[in-house]
């Protein structure tokens, strides 16, 4: 029977001098789309070095298309698509010679559907690609990926400092793409508006760690937004607040919804979104940071 899950991640550590993945473990099926989110420097970059062979991991297990990622790599290679936020492709050449270049590493190369896909994504043949507008480079990695039939997406920041437009044509593309079950994406964004859009899983890292992992639902419906007078909370859902935050006139705070039964109906509270719970745990580091600063 053909792996359920396209990529699995089993207690993925990584030291560097100043950052440390530590026992990051999550999985994506297939057919769906992962949302990877996290804070700059919460390690989603080095998570995808590790599963792209380019950063060797100290420990743990990655396995993509149910093949060891550090033994099979290069089967896997021939079965990933990569878009990263500045293009991998040598920027002198135009894309008839890019395609020319291409073509020899993949034996499941198709040059007829790489010209239809440059075709419908409107770009230029004749120009140095280097001359691209980073939405234009961004479409040209995907031409490519879907070009050798790639059947796990790997996106890093691919969002990052394109226009509305693009971003929007991005997201279509992908949504188009995942259509055929047997594909993943996994997409790593600060962009959360983004992954509430289209992914259908969640993970968020956080100082090296997996905060959350699990369907993008489960995550929004089992955080909430908590406000009101702090006079009116009872001291026992104190320490389940992550992220609380006083101003003048009432306080704000994370709260799990489980906690929410048998408060006080004079404090409000609402969904969270995805950005609010980024915002809220980075806030909650803060506050630790500061009290441990106090307490020493």
């Known amino acids: 029977m053909e792996q359920m899950n396209i990529l699995e991640i089993k207690d993925l550590c990584k030291t560097y001098d100043s950052f440390a993945l530590k026992d990051v473990s999550f999985t994506l099926p297939r057919g769906y789309i992962m949302g990877f989110v996290g804070q ?3 390690g989603k970059t080095t998570t995808i070095r590790s599963i792209l062979g380019m950063a ?7 396995s993509v298309f149910g093949l060891d990622a550090e033994t099979d790599s290069i089967v896997i290679k021939e079965r990933l698509g990569v878009v990263f936020d500045s293009l991998y492709l040598a920027e002198h050449l135009n894309i008839r010679q890019i395609e020319q270049q291409l073509k020899p590493f993949y034996k499941n190369w198709d040059s007829k559907e790489f010209f239809r896909r440059i075709e419908d994504f409107d770009l230029p043949d004749n120009k140095r690609i280097g001359d691209f507008s980073k939405g234009m480079k961004m479409k040209l990695m995907i031409a490519v990926a879907l070009s050798h039939k790639a059947e796990l997406m790997i996106l890093d920041e691919p969002t990052s ?6 971003r929007d044509e991005l997201l279509d593309i992908l949504g188009e793409y995942i259509e055929d079950e047997n594909r993943g994406v996994l997409f790593s964004t600060h962009i959360t508006a983004d992954v509430e859009r289209i992914a259908d899983y969640v993970t968020i890292l956080h100082n090296g760690k997996v905060w959350y992992t699990g369907t993008k ?21 104190k320490p389940k607040l992550i992220g609380f935050h006083n101003y003048r006139n009432g306080f704000e705070a994370l709260i799990r919804t489980d906690d929410l039964a048998g408060l006080p109906t004079s404090l409000e509270y609402e969904k ?13 580091d803060k506050h630790e940071r500061h009290s441990e600063h106090h307490a020493v």
């Open 40 to 42: 700059n420097g919460s």
């Open 56 to 62: 060797k991991p100290d420990s743990g297990r990655i």
């Open 161 to 166: 400092g394109l226009d509305p437009v693009a």
């Open 217 to 237: 639902d489960d995550l929004t419906e089992s955080y909430a937004v908590l406000k009101g007078d702090e006079k009116e909370l009872p001291d026992a859902v």
């Open 272 to 284: 969270a979104s995805i950005d609010e719970i980024l915002v809220y745990i980075a806030k909650e």
